[in-house]
């Protein structure tokens, strides 16, 4: 059984980088065809995929995200991280990191393991 545990501050100031690491047991992040993602729920835009990293190192980008984002791993750990640059308000929203068969996916059946979340509040 595959599990998933995202860790970081629930708290971050504007402006502020966020960061987030996912910690994954009952598997490798390595395993062939699997794409480990970070995707964020807010009540106003819903389930929003943030980006993923490959079972292969290749990251991928949500384009209005890109030039903030930075996804990386940590192999021996068996471990993947987000990082958030210059954030605000709008980026206040529920963590969660999960692993899927493809690159992206904007629903809850595009992924087949989730960790629990992690709420992170932008704040001064």
């Known amino acids: 059984q595959v599990q998933l545990q995202e860790s970081g501050p629930g708290l971050v100031k504007p402006s502020e980088t966020l960061s987030l690491t996912c910690t994954v047991s009952g598997g490798s992040i390595t395993t062939s065809r699997y794409y480990w993602s970070w995707v964020r729920q807010t009540p106003g835009k819903g389930l929003e995929w943030m980006g993923a990293?490959?079972?292969?190192?290749?990251?991928y980008y949500r384009p209005s995200l890109r030039s903030r984002t930075s996804i990386a791993r940590d192999t021996s750990q068996n471990q993947f991280t987000l990082q958030l640059n210059s954030v605000t308000p709008e980026d206040t929203a529920v963590y969660y990191c999960?692993?899927?068969?493809?690159?992206?996916?904007?629903?809850?059946?595009?992924?087949?393991?989730w960790g629990q979340g992690t709420q992170v509040t932008v704040s001064s």
């Open positions: 990293i490959s079972y292969a190192g290749i990251t």
């Open positions: 999960a692993r899927g068969t493809s690159t992206w996916g904007s629903t809850w059946s595009d992924y087949d393991y």
